[in-house]
């Protein structure tokens, strides 16, 4: 059973960084689509940025060059710096993961895949 365990959120200027981390058990490197998503109360679930099976990453487009997804030598841990943060960046940010490739597009770890797997979220308020 994959499991996912994230920490690292809290309360940031605008303008400011937070790494999150999520260290996760379960599943095989390479062999599973890894990644973040987001969701705020009243909206959908989106997907932030995502690591496919060759380690190639993606990232939607209100993220892309200020986040970052990566893992650690030991493939147990996901992170994502996230720099220059705005208020729109505020939401419950969740470690998610299924088996196999990623899909081409960019709600794919919302839940478009069966055994897609999230972690308990950790909340980031970006707030002056």
């Known amino acids: 059973e994959v499991q996912w365990i994230e920490s690292g959120g809290g309360l940031v200027q605008p303008g400011g960084s937070l790494r999150l981390s999520c260290v996760g058990s379960?599943?095989?490197?390479?062999?599973?689509?890894l990644g973040w998503v987001r969701h705020v109360p009243g909206h959908d679930r989106g997907e932030v940025a995502s690591i496919d099976t060759d380690g190639t990453s993606r990232y939607s487009d209100t993220v892309k060059g200020r986040f970052t997804v990566s893992q650690d030598n030991a493939k147990t841990t996901m992170y994502l710096q996230m720099n220059s943060l705005k208020p729109e960046d505020t939401a419950m940010y969740y470690c998610?993961?299924?088996?196999?490739?990623?899909?081409?597009?960019?709600?794919?770890?919302?839940?478009?895949?069966?055994?897609?797997?999230w972690g308990q979220g950790t909340q980031v308020t970006v707030s002056s």
């Open positions: 379960g599943y095989e490197y390479g062999s599973y689509c």
């Open positions: 998610a993961s299924h088996p196999g490739q990623c899909l081409d597009s960019v709600q794919d770890l919302t839940g478009l895949m069966p055994k897609t797997t």
